[in-house]
């Protein structure tokens, strides 16, 4: 069993508005889904991703409003790293993301900037035979948008208390002495440790947890396995749009499994992914309810001109 790369990763924000603005007019994401976290149905969850909401370009995030400002440290993943496809999307991306204010690094292959919170991103021209996962934006070329995760970046004490369960239990084949890929049929990421002694502090601008894809027909198969090494994973657990087994490798980053399937389109036509507040089944009885206490959001199709 291989994983297909990083199916989404997790954060959390203290400002959703915010966010969307960031994430759809600044970044050229599409927001696919505009839902509520299944274990605190108050609380948002936004998942921006490509047009069409595939695993592999899954940024989401949790808001809780007004949350300080955290620190990523030991056990937390501190930096998402994008594909690009030239040098001349780097310019391109550091040009724009300086308009904005935001401050950036150029370095050879690669652009660092951090979100409104403090998330670090990387831009990096990445040669690879997956399919790019692009969004459309009418102020972002096709050829120079991000195309989809590469990797993840993680804080540790010490890489190799992971190693024998990221090679042995999950598959994942060293590239180096902190670096590992998952790499299934289709796509393939990277998970990537820098050492650290300090800990981390959680809240706005950090990484909760980093999901893996998995085909549907592995992924009970993945929690017998997971459990077999000791890891202690969670049942699986329908999140209508995905199923889910969650738990922490050694570093203590916890990961998530989530099966590639039944996808975005489940409750709504691709073409208006993220229009309106989707709640799976289960939690419709509530909409009114949450329809009254979660943060208004701006209309993502007018912060870009143009529309979609």
Known sequence: MRFEGIHHITLITGDAPRNVDFYTRVLGLRLV??????DDPTVYHLFYADERGEPGSDITFFEYPNARRGRAGAGMVHR??????????LAFWEERLAAEGVAVERDSGSVLFADPEGLAHELAVVETPDEPLIADHPEIPRELALQGFD????????PEQSRRFLEETLGFEARGDEDWEARGEQRGSRYLYDRTEERGVGGAGTVHHVAWASPMDDHEAWRERVAAAGASPT???DRFYF?????????????????????FGADEPI?????????????EHLRERLEQVLTPLPETRQLATGGR
Not at 274 to 280: I, M
């Open 33 to 38: 889904k505009k839902s509520v976290n299944q």
């Open 80 to 89: 998402v790293v994008w594909r690009v496809a030239s040098e001349d999307a």
């Open 271 to 283: 073409e208006h992914l993220g229009e309106r507040l989707s709640l799976p089944p289960a939690y």
């Open 243 to 263: 199923r889910s087994i969650y738990f922490r490798e050694p570093s203590g980053v916890l990961f998530e499994i989530a099966t590639v399937g039944p996808g």
């Open 151 to 158: 990797a993840v970046r993680a804080y540790t004490f010490d």
């Open 235 to 237: 049942p699986v657990i």
